[in-house]
């Protein structure tokens, strides 16, 4: 079950889309930086609920509302999603 | 230097990387030299505008206070791109600079092409 | 666990650097073991002595030594990588005839194998790049 | 090192950045290292197996050396997925590496959750 | 009369896209590096006929044909073009 | 017709800074005046003097300096960018307490005010980037 790490805003990149045609199940998908920017579109909803994933600071730090079916997590809580999940994948351009 | 009409096109969110940040330092300096530049928020760039940024726990110091010496460098022409900002859920009223108005433009081509020397950031 | 970090951005223009910082103190603080930090590509810059970034910034080169005195990590910036952009240590500089060194102390540079290693010897690889 | 298996996501296209160089640098030395990756080409990775590359007159190395290095190497395992060809209109028979198959995949997903670890570049 | 350069790949990134919806009356357009890879795509021609160049040395590089529609130029007419038009866009990220 | 050009981003990441020195080359072969270089955010490393790519790779840094010498070139390289990452003159290197300089010959450091000024007097300024 992999965890799929998006770091860029689907508006300017494709990261996030390309990410979630190849989720597979039991992927879970965490949202870093500007992949943040995901959460004020429909596009993170693809993903099976209770598996999309985001750093609470970084949304906060961006001034973005986390929604009630996103996880916004520490990073004690990210650390722990990296035990649990196998292999990591970055997509960061 | 008032003669040279100049636009700041900005298209970079706040914060994922540093072109945001650069990019208004070099309209303040260029404020600063009398070659005062206007700026256009245009797709993710737009998002530098978003209220309620919270930087601290990403140590990074907020944009805003970038945003917010605008209008004491002289730079009062501040537009924002419509279509951008629909196409990402944002209002007008959570986007606001203190002290400066800024304007939505629907048709971003035709402003461009007004200037003499467009900065990208 | 045994986490290894492939770092691919540099501070100061992604904020991939500060968050492979930022997830390094938490899997140390969590008891976890971070096995090599290997920067590739743009992430070569963290290891430049010569950074010096104002005062209200982060300055991430020095909090990366930092961690490393206080955990003994081992920062491994790849050394084709470095060449192309400019990072050398002494030898390097000596070797390359080049008229000064900028590695940080705390850093070392090795090649691209060191990678392979920490994918061999860790638990969990993650990288951070952009 | 055989052990552990790794995928190398590939996902750049060759020049314009030089990702795509570096990551296959990476791919051959940990091969070097006897940890020999599997390749996925997906998104604007699969333009670096395109045909036809010259680009001498922009002053760098073709990538293809460096894909042709991969079966000496021992790496044998290369993937391409079958959605990004067709998004950009490229046919099977305009992708080839002198010396390895080159497999078409529509389910990159499953392909990807059966490795032990990901490079991503 | 705008020049706008376009220097990114329109799968990966929302450049192109972002240029072509500010496209004014008698504006052009020039590829370069791997904007060239618009070629394989038709976005580009909702760009006004004759508007659209690419540098032929980034298409060859990279084994991208030249479409008909689409004048492919050297160093020398691409500074030509910028002093044709003014002001110079670039869409880099 | 006189050109200014920006330059933001690093040889051997980005294709873009060579695409720079060609467009140089080609305007000046023209007869054009290149009023100006400046080198922004990671344009900064173009003027990396420890740069030191494979012999069979383009040397960036080298090629400026050349056309420089050639033409008696304006390289600025942002001085405030070039602290965040990294590249210093020495006298900034001594006014920081670091130890070693790595500015190119041929370049020197100068604040943003220098892109004001190049807006101001050429009669087109083309940014390359990404």
């Known amino acids: ?93 | ?121 | 666990m045994k986490f290894a970090l492939a770092v691919h951005s540099a501070p100061h223009t992604s904020q991939s650097a500060a968050s492979a910082l930022r997830f390094a103190r938490a899997l140390l603080a969590q008891g976890h073991e971070l096995y090599r930090v290997f920067f590739y590509c743009d992430g070569v810059h963290n290891g430049s002595v010569l950074a010096a970034p104002p005062q209200d910034e982060a300055d991430l080169v020095g909090e990366w030594q930092a961690l490393q005195q206080a955990h003994g990590l081992d920062l491994v910036v790849c050394i084709a990588a470095a060449q192309r952009r400019g990072v050398l240590s002494e030898s390097e500089a000596g070797r390359l005839e080049k008229s000064a060194a900028n590695l940080a102390p705390g850093f070392e540079l090795a090649g691209l194998g060191q990678l392979a290693d920490a994918i061999a010897n860790a638990d969990r690889l993650v990288t951070f790049g952009g």
């Open chain 2, 1 to 121: 230097m008032e003669g040279k009409s100049t636009l700041a096109l900005c298209r970079q969110p706040p914060y994922g990387n540093a072109l945001a940040r650069e990019g208004l330092e070099a309209v303040l300096a260029a404020a600063a030299m009398d070659l005062v530049p206007d700026l256009l928020f245009l797709s993710d760039g737009v998002f530098q505008l978003l209220d309620n940024q919270s930087p601290a726990e990403i140590h990074q110091k907020s944009l805003q206070r970038n945003l917010q010496a605008l209008p004491m460098f002289g730079i009062e022409q501040i537009f924002v791109c419509g279509r951008s900002l629909i196409e990402r859920g944002i209002s007008a009223d959570q986007i606001t600079i203190p002290g400066v108005e800024v304007r939505q433009v629907q048709d971003t081509g035709k402003l461009i092409a007004a200037y003499d020397t467009v900065l990208s950031f």
């Open chain 1, 1 to 93: 079950m992999t965890l799929h790490i998006v770091s860029k805003s689907p508006y300017g990149c494709n990261a996030l889309t390309e990410c979630l045609a190849t989720f597979a199940e039991g992927d879970v998908l965490l949202l870093i930086e500007d992949g943040v920017y995901a959460l004020t579109d429909h596009k993170w909803e693809a993903a099976p609920a209770g598996s999309v994933y985001c750093l609470r600071a970084d949304a906060e730090a961006r001034g973005i509302a986390i929604p009630e079916k996103v996880e916004g997590i520490d990073d004690t809580r990210w650390v722990e999603l990296c035990t649990r999940h196998n292999p990591i994948v970055s997509w960061y351009k």
